[in-house]
């Protein structure tokens, strides 16, 4: 059993129209690290996930009516509530999901403070008045919420994905009804019982578990009362949900896959280098749709990185999340430790090195050894695909133009970042790639000021930052007449 100090965050219901609602059908949730069994969770339906939307669209009645100091209101106290039940949460997570407790502490951190950037950002909704076309008319433009927001998460951020999108809701006076992963809803639960305590009305926030996603997907697309699809997780799914999406027009956000390139030139502090790839590379165990998933190196400093950075690798941690020491946890599951064996398999097939790990981990189950490839060729599959594991390839290029196309010889643009000195080059190499967000000498750029967000085929949409209040708000403009 979790040790929790307050046992009541351990919820396994659903939350439909303020109250918890159990189900005769749960699925079990068992925690990776070691397979024990942490709860049976509520396994609910098409039925369920209606009656959540219509409870949204009740409470969007009256919520979209509140004042921005009202919505602030309980958006600041739901983040003080999570502030001070901040081990409890960490500890779910890292039970749930593996990641290290200092993660997944940092996870409850970072989602705290969007929910306090956007309780500040709800005061600051503002319209405009345009200059007229005519003397008998005046023109104003007013921004309202879009209305009911259904919300699709994954596993590997089981409350920042959440906590990215319902706070920008709430503040723009949306309603919301959430499906997170069937991998880790317990962390979720709680965060949703915080969310109680903090006097949200019954209705303004759903929670649906279901084991039957795509049917979750297809009421929340296909109802006329959800008015907006948020949805993070894998660019298939995110496909899918557009196309479904169609037929009532919905508006969409889509945080979708990532295949991030973090470039190191000759020029470059290699030392800075190698630790901006260690924490982007190996934050969650590689499990983040911003991880590094190829590093692309000069080739005159290739040899120095690459052996800094293996003596770097080959220091990190393997372990249980709950474990003081621990830096890299357990992978998700089977099908993803599976994943990563194939692409390694592919790599070294196509003439790659294995300069560090390659294997699966001593501690069995679904850890796996930190892995650093060298000598990769681009044909090997892990230069296309999202890894989403413990594995750096290293590839090699000689210029600036190489470096460029490599980068962007892919259909996602999420993430990328690079290293270099030279004030030219930042420029020149920040505005050729073609991404959403660009990190320069630093492997860390998530933060709520800043808008996240991919281009190409990996995504729409902000998150964060001023922009991200936009994603949740409707622009009317009104014609006033009748002045003279
Ligand atoms: P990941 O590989 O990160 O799990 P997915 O895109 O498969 O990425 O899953 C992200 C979220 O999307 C999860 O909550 C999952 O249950 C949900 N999901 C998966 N398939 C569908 C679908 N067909 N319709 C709606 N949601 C889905």
């Known amino acids: ?160 994905m959440v906590a990215k999108k319902l706070p920008a809701a709430l503040a723009a006076g949306c309603t919301m009804v959430w499906k997170p992963s069937e991998e880790t809803p317990l962390s979720g639960l709680a965060f949703a019982e915080l969310g109680v305590r903090a006097g949200l009305p019954g209705g303004a926030f759903n929670v649906i578990n279901t084991l039957d996603a795509p049917a979750i997907g297809k009421v929340f697309t296909e109802s006329e009362l959800v008015r907006k699809i948020s949805f993070t997780g894998s660019t298939p799914v995110g496909k899918l949900l557009l196309r479904q999406s169609a037929s009532t027009v919905k508006k969409v956000s889509m945080e979708l896959g990532g295949n991030a390139p973090f470039i190191v030139f000759d020029d470059a502090d290699i030392d800075a280098a190698v630790s901006g790839a260690i924490a982007s590379k ?15 190196v000069q080739e005159s400093v290739y040899d120095e990185f690459s052996e800094k950075f293996s003596k770097a690798v080959a220091e990190l941690h393997v372990g249980d999340g709950m474990a003081a020491e621990t830096t890299v946890g357990p992978l998700i599951n089977q099908a993803a430790l599976d994943k990563v064996e194939v692409l390694i398999d592919d790599a070294v097939s196509h003439g790659a090195q294995v300069a560090l790990g390659g294997n699966r981990h001593d501690l069995g189950g679904t850890f796996y050894q930190p892995t650093v490839l060298t000598e990769v060729p681009f044909e090997a599959r892990l230069s296309r695909e999202e890894i989403f594991g413990p594995v750096a390839p290293i590839f090699r290029f000689s210029t600036e133009e190489e470096a460029l196309e490599q980068a962007n010889a892919t259909e996602y643009g999420l993430a990328c970042y690079f290293y270099a000195r030279d004030i030219g080059r930042i420029w020149r190499v920040s505005e050729g790639l073609e991404y959403g967000m660009v990190g320069v000498n630093t492997g860390m750029i998530s933060t709520p000021v800043a808008p996240f967000g991919g281009i190409k085929e990996s995504g729409l949409g902000r998150e964060g930052s001023k922009y991200g209040l936009d994603d949740y708000l409707e622009m009317k403009f009104m014609c006033i007449g009748g002045i003279d």
């Open 1 to 160: 059993m979790l040790k929790l100090s307050d046992p009541t965050l351990l919820k396994t219901e659903s939350f439909i129209n303020g109250e918890w609602r159990s189900s005769s059908q749960t699925y079990a949730v068992k925690n990776p690290a070691n397979g024990q069994h942490l709860a049976d969770v509520a396994n609910h339906g098409v039925e369920e996930a209606q009656e959540a939307v219509e409870a949204g669209y009740d409470a969007y009645k009256s919520w979209k009516k509140t004042t921005a100091a009202e919505r602030a209101a309980v958006l600041m106290k739901w983040a003080d509530l999570m502030e001070q039940h901040r081990e409890d949460l960490a500890t779910i997570m890292t039970s749930e999901q593996g990641k290290p407790l200092a993660e997944a502490r940092g996870e409850i951190n970072y989602s705290v403070a969007f929910f306090r950037w956007f309780a500040e950002e709800a005061r600051r909704i503002y319209g405009d008045v345009i200059p007229t076309h005519n003397p008998a008319l005046r023109n104003l433009v007013i921004k309202q919420p879009v209305g009911v927001v259904a919300a699709i998460t994954p596993w590997n951020f089981p409350i920042a």
């Open 282 to 296: 190996f934050r969650n165990a590689g499990q983040t749709c911003v991880c590094a998933n190829r590093l692309l």
